[in-house]
């Protein structure tokens, strides 16, 4: 399911399925986007940030097109303790890489693989990040 901002719509909240995974999209090329976010996640129960929340960061491609300092970005990712990934839409092969990092991340938070929560995928994603 899709939504361009939160709170989600409370009409029909009873037939809304578990959410699992939430991740926040932010275009680079566009500040409002960093701002719609940055709203956004004060509508979010503290509760997702122990690994069922991701930033998902596109137009990375265009480096002059850029109006957000990737830097803005990885703070953000570290101030709510989730990861964030990067990518550029327009190439089919990174588009594919991304849906597929998704949606095993997406696994990983609804309990799908087993001996994986989503709190240590995180921690280890982190990890990984200093390294």
């Known amino acids: 399911h899709l939504a361009t901002s939160l709170p989600l719509p409370s009409e029909r909240?009873?037939?809304?399925p578990r959410i699992d995974l939430v991740v926040f999209m932010?275009?680079?090329k566009t500040k409002y986007s960093l701002k719609n976010v940055e709203t956004s996640l004060a509508r979010v129960d503290a509760s997702f940030f122990l690994g069922k929340v991701c930033f998902l960061v596109?137009?990375?491609g265009r480096v002059n097109?850029?109006?957000i300092e990737t830097n803005a970005i990885c703070k953000l990712g570290e101030?709510?303790?989730s990861p964030v990934l990067f990518c550029e839409l327009e190439l089919e092969?990174?588009?594919v890489a991304t849906a597929q990092r998704l949606l095993r991340m997406l696994q990983i938070c609804a309990g799908h693989?087993?001996?994986v929560s989503a709190l240590s995928f995180v921690s280890l994603m982190r990890n990984s990040d200093y390294d």
């Open 113 to 115: 693989i087993p001996g």
């Open 58 to 60: 596109t137009g990375v």
């Open 65 to 67: 097109a850029c109006s």
């Open 79 to 81: 101030s709510y303790c």
């Open 13 to 16: 909240e009873h037939l809304r």
């Open 93 to 95: 092969g990174i588009r």
């Open 26 to 28: 932010i275009d680079i």
